[in-house]
């Protein structure tokens, strides 16, 4: 009985978890984003290298959202 | 004016010692009083057969099971569920519909508000408030991470976002996969900016469409009072149910995923 | 004007012109998906986290003019 129900239940959950992903990824893309070139904008006042931290900060948050979102899209194609 | 255009913030209307009572306050202690009062009338009224309220409570009770159902494919685990979901839908929806009926936001009291006389609402949608969505946002997400932890254990839970087990496997190898555990950790500094994300959704959803409705309604009936507010009031009927639904429904996908544990995700790479 | 009348239009119209376009992109999105959905019925399911991926995308930049006007 586990193995029939189990290829629909992955896909009714996969749909059910898109979809809640689906409104938080807006915010994942923005907040991070957001988080990382304040704390790189901080650093900078601190070191006093004007731009690079902040750039830097931005780089960091742009990879690792793209990175995460590509796992996540991956898990949900495939199944 | 002579009508309160709401603030952002709830305003407090009396102190009990040091507590400030707000007038969401008020709104969502009245939630919790009919609540109460319901609850007690039904555990007097059991019976095999159920008439009058009981059979209205117990049909609700079943649709709802039943939605919760059609999500976690599991009975028990719906039955574990449903006191959580169930009551974050009721109490958002009572809440919501309550502050449609005549009353909140135009009876109050004339105030001292930042040294003009004003009039401040006694009642105001529970949901208009910031606090209150967050507290529920917080309490939903953080309720997900402790049943999880309590449904899979503590070791296997926490594997699941960052993934610890492959950064130490990797630093291991040396060279070049210290790069490589550095992208891991960046990765899992993201899924826990999932989970803030999650919590700043879901309070700002419901925030948003609650006060927003609140103020629409007040601004409509101030400048015409009979007529023009009836659609719109027909419209935040539907934003209600909508935003009670969407609010729980996401607690329940939360929930289901944070219990079930992942074999599947292994044989994928 | 005075400082604090343009700090307050600036405010309103950040959210607000910040706001439409978001909107328009995500209401189009979705038509294009309802459209496709409603020729071939089946593609239903293989049709919805492409359009939720592109829909939240969008979002992202109302997001960040939300910020932006919390912020100033």
Known sequence: ?79 | MIYALPPLVAEPILHIGNFTVTNAYINSSLAVVVFFVLGLILRKRTSLVPTGIQNFAESVMEGVLGYVDQVTHNRKKSLQFFPIVGGLFFFILFSNWVGLMPGTGSIGRWLMVHGEKELVPLFRPANSDLNMTLAMAVFAVVGSHIFGIIAIGFFKYFNKFIKLWDVVVSLKKGGVSIMVACIEFAVGLIEIFSEIAKMVSLSLRLFGNIFAGEVLLTVLAGLIAYGVPLPFMFLELIVGIIQATVFSMLTLVYLTVATTPIHSHADSH | MSEEIMAIIVKGATIAIGGIFPALAIGMTASKAMESIGRNPESADKLFVPMLLGMAFAEAIAIYALVITFIL
């Open chain 1, 1 to 79: 009985m586990n193995e029939t129900q189990t290829p629909e239940n992955d896909k009714k959950l996969s749909k059910m978890g898109m979809l809640s992903l689906a409104w938080e990824l807006g915010y994942v893309i923005a907040l991070p984003l957001l988080f990382f070139g304040y704390i790189g904008k901080w650093m900078d006042s601190k070191f006093s290298t004007k731009p690079w931290f902040a750039l830097l900060g931005v780089v960091i948050a742009i990879t690792s959202t793209t990175i995460w979102l590509t796992r996540k899209i991956r898990e949900y194609i495939k199944k």
